[in-house]
């Protein structure tokens, strides 16, 4: 009998991992590993066809293994959705009383009073707040919660429903619950604790209608992979479209939120570019944004809201001090954080929670706004 018919065949994995023919597609084996156990270092051991020493070493010490070995562990960590899982959850105490928190930016006043009443809330029961600031960037936002993850993280809390795929399985296999936050829910499966953005949306358009607009235009940051953008954008077109109106495409503008004031000066001047053609009340989907408006508006010689009436959304605390104070939403950012910390509190403390009612988005009501010149 030759040595090739005594010779055990290696294992699917360890084939795929090494560079030769897998019966098998990363694909199927992420979906079979989703229906089972968490994974575990063994399981990324045998994947990678090494020693689970060999996988600590990687993880733990990448500068004293080969580059070979480091790229094989690598990729059977990412093809399996495997973390170190942080101190074995606080040495197997069941919580880490450590909660993570993906927001898009500290740069919004909104976000940051969110997070200060969470953190606020959460130290007063014992708990951690782990932050990460993400922007609109998928991959920075699954670099961070495997980050968070990796440090045994007992909830996990995320702005907006719009995430990428490969962080919710992320979360799901590693059994932790998720909030969504700054939305109220569209998908009856997540757990929200937030505000209704196309309600919100909807209210301050009918305020316009109400005060006799007919020519409407709109300044919005991106709505890519940014739900609660999408929901307001569609909140105004859908109030507008009952009445029987539109925006032009002219005097709608989609513009980079990371520059909000000086973004929102230069998309008022092209909503404006024909003189003959105006609207005369225009929706911004924050205050930043609107302040721009404001600005520009007045470099313009258009009178506000004599000319042109302007709302935006936030009701940060800048906008009752511009000129004109401004007419807007009202975010509960700070009920929304306190609201948040208490869920989770009771969530981990009991094993459920009921949720609180969706918060309220208040108009608020201010100068920026009056009804449009008869011509």
């Known amino acids: 009998m030759s040595a090739g018919k005594n010779r055990k065949p290696r294992s699917r994995a360890v084939s795929a991992a090494r560079g030769g023919a897998a019966t098998e597609s990363e694909p199927q084996v992420r979906a079979r590993r989703s229906s089972r156990a968490p994974v575990r270092l063994r399981d990324v051991a045998r994947y990678a066809g090494v020693s689970t020493a060999s996988v600590s070493r990687a993880i733990n010490s990448p500068d004293l293994v080969s580059v070979e070995l480091r790229d094989r562990v690598t990729r059977a960590a990412q093809v399996l959705n495997w973390v170190p899982n942080g101190a074995a959850k606080a040495l197997a105490s069941l919580h880490s009383k450590t909660i993570g928190a993906l927001i898009p930016t ?3 006043l909104n976000f940051a009073v969110l997070i200060e009443s969470l953190q606020h809330e959460l130290a007063k029961a014992g708990y951690t707040l782990i932050l990460g600031c993400v922007e609109s960037s998928f991959e920075l936002r699954v670099q961070q919660a495997r980050k968070m993850v990796e440090r045994g993280i007992d909830f996990l809390v995320i702005v907006g429903e719009a995430q ?3 962080l919710l399985e992320l979360v799901k296999l590693q059994k932790i619950p998720v909030v ?3 939305t109220s829910g569209r998908n009856p499966a997540n757990t929200c604790i937030g505000f209704d953005n196309y309600a919100a949306a909807a209210r301050v358009t009918r305020h316009l209608l109400d005060l006799g607009h007919r020519k409407f235009g709109m300044i919005a940051s991106s709505s890519v992979s ?6 307001r954008v569609a909140g105004v077109k859908d109030t507008l479209a009952e009445a029987g109106l539109g925006i032009k495409p002219q005097h709608f503008a989609e513009i980079d939120s990371s520059r ?3 973004s929102g000066r230069a998309a008022l001047r092209d909503v404006l570019r024909d003189a003959g053609d105006r609207p005369t009340a225009i929706v911004c989907s924050n205050d930043y944004i609107a302040t721009g408006a404001l600005i520009e508006a007045a470099a313009l010689g258009v009178a506000v809201p004599g000319d042109l009436s302007v709302a935006g959304f936030d009701d940060v605390d800048l906008s009752a001090h511009l ?3 401004l007419t807007t939403i009202r975010v509960p950012a700070r009920a929304m954080g306190e609201e948040i910390a208490r869920y989770v509190i009771n969530a981990l403390a009991k094993g459920s929670a009921p949720l609180p009612h969706p918060l309220e988005a208040e108009l608020v009501v201010r100068e920026s706004t009056a009804p449009p010149k008869r011509r």
Do not use: E, F, K, V
Not at 226 to 231: G, V
């Open 164 to 166: 990428p795929a490969q």
């Open 106 to 108: 500290l740069g919004h």
């Open 180 to 182: 969504y936050t700054y």
């Open 260 to 262: 909000r004031i000086a």
């Open 226 to 231: 940014n739900d609660r953008i999408q929901q």
């Open 323 to 325: 000129s004109p104070p």
